[in-house]
């Protein structure tokens, strides 16, 4: 699937629209996706109203410090996993007093992947809370910057769903 920069944009708006409708300051958790949600979402302007905060959390030294995601956590799991991006959601929202996070951790290539991680696998998470967070595992095609693309877009209409739903 080709995501194009218009989608993006597109998608940025509607989750915006949402937002700022249930009057909620999101924060992002991203690591393979090195902040492009949290770009997409501030590229409107008015941001300020939706947008509390994004966290690049690349390393798993980052992931420890600054959203409390755990060592027996990252060993047991990677930081490629479900636990991972749930406790990053957790810890998104404690930290940052946040109304609503997204996590992002993945494989975006070209190196990097494994046999049970390939290229491609991207779990994603949003919630409020560490009792009310949403995992989805996906595994997308193609280059770097298309792995990040679908994985950007991806968290934007989960999310919006996940919102619509309660």
Known sequence: MTVTDAQLA??????????????LMITTAE??????VAKVLTDR????????????????EAKQQLLGVTEPTLTEYGAVSEPVVREMVAGAVAV???????????????????EDKPVGTVWMAWGQSAADT??????????????????VWFSLQGLRAFLDKS
């Not at 109203?49 to 994004?54: A, F, K, L, Q, T």
């Not at 007093?97 to 993945?106: E, H, P, T, Y």
Request: aromatic content about 6%.
């Open 10 to 23: 597109e998608a940025g708006e509607a989750l915006a629209e949402l937002l700022l409708k249930r009057r």
């Open 31 to 36: 690591s393979c996706t090195g902040g492009w």
């Open 45 to 60: 302007a008015g941001s300020s109203e939706y947008v509390h905060s994004g966290l690049v959390t690349y390393s798993n």
């Open 96 to 114: 940052t007093g946040a109304d609503i996070a997204v996590a992002i951790s993945g494989v975006a290539g070209p190196g990097g992947g494994s």
């Open 134 to 151: 949403e995992a989805v595992l996906m595994t997308f095609e193609g280059d770097r910057d298309a792995v990040r693309r679908q994985a």
